[in-house]
């Protein structure tokens, strides 16, 4: 099992940017699919992005495909969302996930490690 924590969340404007870490311990980290998930209130979690083991193969949600990247350090058990164009519709908790063989990298019930959350919230 995986511990995993993240950091960079905060208050924004709408079009600005933030970016999300999260550090990966009590595991390989380098064998691991990452991703991020995100629950706004009164909505259900849902997938935002994720990367392979090795970081060559990216998903995104449709909703952020253009303005989030995901990208990982497997020297520093680092993985990373760079969020651009913020906006109110983005405001949300953020998790980290680890798994090591998803069924599905889009569905959150494939990970069995999480985050505590980090919460990001775009002001309009």
């Known amino acids: 099992q995986v511990q995993l924590e993240e950091s960079g969340g905060g208050l924004v404007q709408a079009g600005g940017s933030l970016r999300l870490s999260c550090a990966a311990s009590g595991g390989t980290f380098s064998n691991y699919v990452m991703a991020w998930f995100r629950q706004a209130p009164g909505k259900e979690r849902e997938f935002v992005a994720a990367?392979?083991?090795?970081?060559?193969?990216?998903w995104y949600a449709r909703s952020v495909k253009g303005r989030f990247i995901i990208s990982r350090d497997n020297g520093e058990n680092t993985v990373y969302l760079q969020m651009n164009r913020l906006n109110p519709d983005d405001t949300a908790v953020y998790y980290c996930v680890a798994a090591a063989s998803p069924r599905s990298v889009v569905a959150s019930e494939s990970y069995r490690d999480w985050g505590q959350g980090t919460q990001v919230t775009v002001s309009s």
């Open positions: 990367i392979n083991s090795s970081g060559r193969n990216t």
